[in-house]
Each structure stands twice: as C-alpha cells, then as structure tokens.
C-alpha cells in the first residue's frame, strides 16, 4: 500500500504570506494527526483528525493556523499569515480507525522556511 | 500529561559496536512506549512499541528495548550497529486506551553516528 504523502517537501516563504501543506493518509486510515518540530526542539503534537471531524486541536499554537480534512481523506494546513517561529518541519500521521489505532505512519515532512 | 527525555542528543559509534540510546518518561497514566527512526529525507518509522506484557520487546533491524516501569526508562539497544543505522531515533509515548486519541509525546531525539 502507498505510505502517506505529503507535499509540498519543502516551501520557503516571507513573513506575512499565506502557506498551505497538505497530507494524504493511507488509504482507509480514519486517524490523522498533524505534528510540528521546530529546530532544535521536539516533535510536538498539533490536532488529531478521525475522519472529517477534529478530535483534538489542543497542540494548534494559534489562530493563524487552520486544518481542515473535507470528506475525510486528504487534509490540508494553512498557516495565515506566516510568521518567523512557524518555520519547521511539519509532519502528517496517519492510523487505523480500530485495531493498532496507536500504531501510526508518517509522512516524510514539509520543511517550511519563513523569511 | 506525559514527557519524555532522551538523555543524549548525539551519539557516536563505531561499526559493530554495540549501542544503547536512553529514554525516560514521566506519566500520571499508563502508557505505550515507541522508538521511531529517521533516516535522511525520510518520514519516522516505527522501529518497535511496548503495549503491555513482556518488557523486553523485539523490533526491526536488531533492535530492541526494555520497559523499566520502576525506573520509567526505555532504553533502546542493538548489539552491533551497522553504517546503515546512522539517523536519528525518537522515543515517544502516548496515553493507553487513549479514548480514541492515541497522539504522540516525543522526546528531543538522539542522533546515531557510525562511524567506519
């Protein structure tokens, strides 16, 4: 089966504009997280989707952020407008809706520079 | 709420050596324990987990771990490293039963270097 996908693999944008990344879990995975690592620090967890629904967006940093999961399948994160501490790697999960939920595949990352 | 500590940021090597990459956490709930690896350019994999039952756990490539529940660690180890084990390694857990969510807290990572 093909892994999760994300594009793009890397976006250099300046302060002030409008980024969007987007995620394509494994086919029939319900579960989508998106998780952020900011150099130096750790992976840090940003929301959880189950199908279209937000579950928990407790890890979203603020209201320049906004994810969305139409219909279920692919998602898609905006940050607006871009600022200099939003530069990291964004990374997207994605799992089973029941059995081995916990067990989670990543995508390779969008690496975001904001100048 | 969980953290999680990995005690070392970069590790050297050399091949053939044996390595141990440390991991603690700190939880006021049960949880499951992950080491995922990356390797250059790529997404996290998941190298192995601990759910419940035996606290020695096998994963891919020669590694394997030890829940310590008294000392909260879970070390990773392989007994002979290979040039191709270069990456970084992330220790990670998330709640048990999560109520559905099972979203990860990781630790800063550990660079392995092996050195020829």
Redesign the interface.
């Known amino acids: 089966e093909a892994?999760?996908t994300q594009f793009p693999s890397h976006s250099v944008i300046e302060k002030g504009q409008t980024v969007t990344l987007r995620c394509d879990p494994i086919s029939g995975h319900d579960?989508l997280?998106w998780?952020r690592r900011v150099m130096g620090?750790?992976?840090?967890?940003l929301l959880?989707f189950?199908k279209e629904s937000k579950?928990?967006e407790s890890?979203m940093p603020n209201n320049r952020f906004l994810a969305e999961r139409t219909g279920g399948t692919y998602s898609t994160l905006k940050v607006q407008p871009a600022e200099l501490e939003d530069s990291g790697v964004y990374?997207c999960?994605s799992?089973r809706k029941s059995e081995k939920?916990?067990?989670?595949?990543?995508?390779?990352?969008t690496r975001l520079t904001v100048t | 709420a969980q953290s999680v500590t990995q005690l070392d940021s970069q590790v050297p090597v050399f091949e053939e050596a044996p390595v141990e990459l440390r991991c603690n956490y700190s939880s006021s709930v049960s949880v499951y324990l992950f080491w995922y690896v990356q390797y250059p350019n790529q997404g996290l994999q998941l190298l192995l987990k601990y759910l419940s039952g035996s606290t020695l756990v096998k994963g891919i490539n020669g590694f394997e771990a030890e829940f310590n529940k008294s000392q909260t660690s879970f070390h990773l180890r392989k007994p002979s490293v290979h040039i191709s084990d270069t990456a970084e390694y992330f220790c990670a857990v998330s709640e048990a039963g999560g109520a559905g969510s099972y979203q990860l807290t990781f630790g800063k990572g550990t660079k392995l270097s092996v050195i020829p």
């Open positions: 892994g999760v579960n997280y998780y620090k750790e992976i840090k967890f959880h189950v579950q928990d890890g990374f999960a799992s939920a916990y067990e989670q595949y990543f995508g390779p990352g």
